[in-house]
């Protein structure tokens, strides 16, 4: 019994915590990594997250399970928004890349991230294997926008609200080199945006928050394209 | 950036001063009071903290959890009071001549004549007899920190005097200032004479706004515009809002809101775009070119002919 017990501790500490990556730290974009006219660059978005709610802090389940239900209206309107804003990003990035002599190539299809296999876990290497993509779309580096989370958050402390809801997007935008899985740029992405005029309590459609949602999106979009101008 | 609909400005100018007659009389009401504030910053985000209650039975816990929540409560407010306290200190130098102008000297500034649209009095005596139109306001003055920015906020009403017992017309209006040369704080030392004459401008303006949005019923036609991510200048920085596009002025955009409200905000132009005369004199004009609702076939913004909004 005692070790079953044990065992079942064990792999739940490496679930948990075994694969675990620590994401690249900021690198600003290398001067070198765009000074060859015409290499082709992908762009491409990873598969965007539907937008949710998140009550940090809400750590024990019945803390959570109070939060959730107190903010159910809230949940509901934002699992309603669009990340369609988002896509455009692809085309700006992609502009951008060609006014500095680069040859873009758009992808379409977003990228599972999860689906690639895992790449290095060295400082300035992409933690997922993107070779595969080199010669499907015959590209010498690829530029990601990974968006990891984006909706509204709401800090609590256990039961207890500590802050209004606001709306936040957290990714990164990256450059990786596909010859050698090198990063050429990696920015954090970490948006978190109050309700209009610190109003956020108007339900059912909430336009205070749905108003800091869509200018959340409007910030991580400008501060991927900010590196990139000329 | 945008385009201005210059040729479609001009029409409507034209229009505006072929239609104004005495059956379009607008009469302002003057307020009770012209309240003066200070910009407060946004709230600090709440930090996440770890609390374990004392829960020996579910009655004490419940307690901990309100007394918990109660605390953190009276936190937030007090900390809301002392920046909005913070805030209002912007406004020292101008106390005296602000307090000493009163909200009649401000609605008659209004009513001074237009070089276009319907005519205005202010509602008194004998002035008030026989007009259709009358607009009854709340306006609230605030004042950014660098001294160099007002922002009016409004709820504007507009009642027809020929058709009683329908109900008034009535839309809130927010309408940002135009950022000033070189950011130069206003001056207080002139009895804050352009203080004042700007937050003329910018009543006159939410007025023609909300008589705007009157002529288009907006709550109808509400629907036939798409909401997108309207880019505007919040000072230094680029504001965004999500919002229709209702209207286009002089390097400005009117926008009506996800809450239902009117904002009109400054934007960037082109550097193409033909610089207007009249825009150099009257930064703030919008075309009103009736009152009362119009037909359909003119019920179109401003904007028709103008450039298309940002994302």
């Known amino acids: ?230 | 950036m945008r385009r201005l609909g210059v040729a479609a400005l001009a029409a409507l100018a034209t229009m505006a001063t072929a239609v104004a007659s005495a059956d379009e009389l607008v009469l302002l009401e003057v307020p009770a009071s012209v309240p003066w504030s200070g910009i407060a910053g946004a709230a600090a985000e709440g930090g996440t903290v770890a609390m374990l209650y004392p829960a020996p039975t579910p009655l004490l816990g419940l307690i901990a959890v309100l007394t918990h929540g109660a605390i953190i409560s009276g936190a937030r407010a007090a900390e809301d009071k002392r920046r909005q306290e913070e805030a209002d200190k912007v406004l020292e130098p101008y106390l005296a001549a602000l307090s000493a102008w009163s909200p009649k000297a401000l609605v008659q500034a209004v009513a001074e004549p237009a070089a276009d649209g319907p005519a205005r009095r202010v509602a008194e005596g004998e002035a008030s007899a026989g007009a259709r139109w009358r607009v009854e306001f709340a306006p609230t003055f605030a004042m950014f920190a660098g001294r160099s920015r007002l922002l009016l906020d409004s709820r504007v009403r507009v009642l027809d005097a020929a058709v009683p017992g329908t109900v008034p017309f009535e839309v809130q209006v927010r309408v940002a200032s135009n950022r000033r040369a070189d950011d130069a704080a206003f001056p207080s030392d002139d009895d804050a004479e352009l203080l004042k004459q700007e937050s003329v401008r910018l009543l006159a303006h939410a007025v023609d706004v909300a008589l705007h949005a009157h002529q288009r019923q907006l709550a109808a036609l509400a629907d036939d515009t798409p909401f997108r991510t309207h880019r505007y200048l919040d000072g230094p920085r680029d504001g965004m809002e999500r919002a229709q596009l209702v209207g286009e002025g002089c390097a400005r955009i009117v926008l009506r809101t996800l809450r239902g409200t009117l904002l009109s905000v400054p934007v960037r132009m082109a550097d193409d775009t033909p610089a207007s005369a009249d825009c150099a004199t009257r930064p703030y004009r919008f075309p009103v070119t009736r009152v009362g609702a119009a037909a359909a076939a003119t019920a179109q913004p401003a904007s028709a002919s103008g450039s298309a909004a940002a994302r």
């Open chain 1, 1 to 230: 019994m005692r070790l079953r017990l044990t065992g079942l501790l064990l792999a739940a500490t490496f679930v948990f915590t075994g694969c675990a990556t620590a994401p690249p730290t900021a690198q600003p974009l290398r001067s070198e990594a765009l000074a060859t006219q015409g290499t082709r660059i992908g762009v491409a978005l990873s598969t965007l997250p539907k937008p949710d709610t998140q009550f940090p802090g809400a750590s024990c389940l019945l803390c959570y399970a109070t939060a959730s239900a107190v903010n159910s209206s809230l949940t509901t309107q934002v699992r309603t928004f669009t990340t369609q804003d988002l896509v455009a990003v692809r085309d700006d990035l992609a502009k951008l890349l060609r006014e500095r002599g680069m040859e873009p190539v758009l992808i379409a299809q977003e990228i599972d991230l999860e689906r690639l296999p895992e790449g290095s876990k060295d400082a300035g290497r992409a933690r997922r294997d993107f070779t595969a993509l080199r010669s499907a779309h015959k590209i010498d580096k690829l530029l990601v926008v990974q968006v990891d989370g984006l909706g509204v958050t709401r800090n609590y402390s256990a039961y207890v609200p500590t802050g209004d809801p606001r709306a936040t997007l957290n990714g990164a935008g990256y450059i990786v080199d596909l010859a050698t899985q090198k990063l050429d740029w990696y920015l954090p992405l970490a948006v978190s945006v109050p309700a209009a005029d610190n109003k956020w309590d108007e339900p059912p459609k909430y336009p205070g928050v749905t108003n800091a949602y869509f200018q959340a999106l409007e910030m991580a979009m400008d501060q991927l394209k900010q590196p990139l101008r000329k």
